[in-house]
Structure formats: C-alpha cells, structure tokens
C-alpha cells in the first residue's frame, strides 16, 4: 500500500490544503487498491485476452506520413465514466529515423475544451514486456495501467497513452531506447491533435513511471528539437529509469535484471545492427543466458510473470559474463540511452519509493544530483515504505499539486540545494 508523504511536507501545508490533498491521498490509495486486483486478474489469465487485435493489422506497404499523422483509429465504447477514446496507431520515427506505425490511446473528458484546447497528459507506461501482444492498448481494459487517469480527467486534462514502437502494431521492439520511445510519446500528443472532438492543445506534461519515466524524460530533453510546437510546461517521474548503468549494475544480479536485460538485447541488437555487427551485442551473455532470452523475450511481464521466473530464477549469476555497464558495447549503449545528457529546461518533479528493490533510491538521487547541476528546478520526493510497483501511486498525490502550479504558470518550489 502506498504511504503517505512525509510528515514535514504535512506541516507546511494550509489548512484547506490538508483537506484537499487528504482527499486525494484516499483516491490515490483506493486506486492502489483496484491497481492491486487488476493485477491479479491479468495474472489470473485475463490480460491474454485482447480488445480487437485486428485493428493493430496494417496492409502492406504502410502509407508514409508526418509524425504523428493517424494511420488508423477507433473508437473506444468502454471509455471511462464522463470521457470519450479512441485507440490511434500513428506515424513516429525509430533510432534511425525511419517512419515507423506505434499504437496508443487518447483519452478526454466530456466537459467543453478551453479555447486554447486541452493541456495534454502525455502517459509513459512501466515495462509491459518487449513482445508486440504486451502493448497496454490491447488489453480489454487499455486504461487501467495509466497511473492517475481519473484525476486527471476530473481536472480537465486530455490523456493521449503510447504502446512504444514494436508493441501493438509489428514492429522492432524499442525497450529501453530512448529516442524512439520519446518519439512515440510527443507523436502521441500530435495525433491527439488530429482528432475531431478531442480539442488537443500545444501545452503538454509528461508523465511517466520505471520504463515510462526514462521515455518522458528523454522527451522533455528532445522537444524543442523534435516537436518544436509542443509548448512542454513540466515533467513527472516515478521511480525512472534514468540512468541504465546504474539499473544494470545494480539488478543483474537478480531476476529484475535477468529479464530487463532478456527484454534489451534483441532491441539493442535490432537498433545498434549497424554500429555493432556480428553477434558484438549477445556476446556478454553465457551459453545459457544465449538459450534462454528469446525465450524471456517473447513473454510478457504481468501475464507471464511465473513463467519468466522459472526460466530467469536458475541463471542469478550466470545470465551475463560481465558488467553490461563496465563492459563494451554495452556500456556505450547504456550511456546514449541514459538521461541528462541534455538538460531540461521545464520543471521536474520525482518521485521515488525508499523501498524500491528496482530502481533504487540512490539512482533516483544520483540522477536527481545531475538534474540539480544541470540548473534544472527539481522538486523530489521521498516516500517510506513504497516499492516499485507502487511508486507512481504513492507520488500522485504530491505530483498533481505539482501539476496545477506547473500548468497555472507557476514555478514549484525546487528541492536542489
């Protein structure tokens, strides 16, 4: 279960404050809760099954278009209570740059837009697997994994949710790359602009938990070169993957890390074929851990959880010969595709369980350290007790007081020294 912030961050709120955000923390704890069961249902077999898998089919040749042109959409009957969607798939860019098809949803509430048109939620969604069948937009509830979506529609806000390139629509997997991922999440926010009824606008947040939080970060680092148009006003994390060294070394040597990295190398190996050819990229697993990830990769992480550990558990320390972060080309790989090599220039806020056995908190403080000496105004927060999986819940509480001052044209007190 989520805990609740910290008690000095209690002691300096108003009054009517408390009232507000104690009602939030309730929401939040509830959707905790429903988070909980919708896990074990799609452990439990549900997340097999799939909404309308023919819509992810695409004729051959696929028509090039702009990014964020919409190839294909739908729309969503089960849409949230007071909300309209639609499944999309959409022109992006891979690593290369090459037009490449990515599937997502768009959510909005059924209240007029301002004339401006709605501020965008960009969602960046935590590891569903590598495989295409494991995009969150297939599943009979393609909402349920987009952490905060209730609150957001009440206040307001367009939702648009990105699968990555390779889950949904047949493509190379993007797991962990952090261009083609960030390139899916602002071409997200251009398609939503291209649908009747959405009234998407110019001004976006990013928002992203584990794998979502490295892909909205490179986002915010890569906009004003890559969507010049999007006018980003802040940027939110939940325990990111920010810094792929650090979470290399440090989970390789659990089952975390045997099934992040199953999930990395025939993504790597896919993007990086013509940096580093002949087998440069497999050659740091064992014999074994060479049998066994196209095994881990073709399976999906909630729905397969037990058959991915009865594969990953026997290769704890055999998976990998060495350091994927001390070790060539790996270690070249991990660093373009690790955040802060640009700094942001909206406001951050971060949010990290001290519990954490994924990303762990001296990552999240590393890089927030970074973020810091890159002048960047940082707000971060801490929260006893909460894991990974819990991460985004526990922090939605403080990050949508974040979002109203970010979105309301204030600047949010920074925690950097």
Known sequence: MPSRPSADIWSRTRPVRRVFLGVVIVIALIAGVLAA????????????LQANPAFYRLSAPVPTGDPGDIIKIEEIASAPLGSSAWRVIYHSRDLQGEDVPVSGVVIVPEVPAPAEGRTVVAWGHPTTGAATRCAPSLGLDPFQYIEGLHELLAEGYAIVATDYPGL??????????????????????????????????DRVVLWGHSQGGQAVLFAAERAADYAPELDVLGVAVAAPAADLGELMSDDIVN??????????????????????????????????????????????????????????????????????????????????????????????????GLADELVWPKATEDYVTLLCS??????????????????????????????????SGRTPTSTCP
Not at 379 to 407: E, I
Request: proline fraction near 7%.
């Open 374 to 407: 890159q002048q960047t105004d940082v707000s971060f927060h801490r929260y006893q007790g909460v894991d990974h999986g819990f991460a985004a819940y526990a922090a939605l509480p403080d990050m949508l007081g974040w979002l109203t001052a970010v979105t």
């Open 168 to 201: 949904g629509v047949e493509a190379p997997s993007s797991y962990l790359l952090g261009v083609p991922e960030s390139n899916s999440v602002l071409d997200a926010v251009r398609a939503a602009q291209h649908i009747d009824g959405a009234d998407a606008g």
């Open 255 to 352: 089952v975390s890390g045997v099934t992040i990295a199953s999930y990395a190398i025939p993504a790597y190996e896919a993007a990086y074929q013509d940096r580093f050819p002949d087998g440069q990229i497999a050659a740091i697993l064992t014999p074994a851990g060479t049998t066994a990830t196209p095994q881990m990769a073709a399976m999906c992480l909630l729905s397969q959880n037990s058959e991915i550990h009865a594969i990953a558990d026997p290769l704890i320390g055999g998976y990998v010969t060495s350091d994927p972060s001390t070790t060539e080309p790996w270690k070249t790989m991990l660093a373009e595709n690790s955040a802060g090599s640009q700094p942001i220039t909206a406001p951050v806020f971060v949010g990290q």
């Open 37 to 48: 069961d919708a896990i074990r249902r799609y452990i439990d077999g549900e997340g097999e």
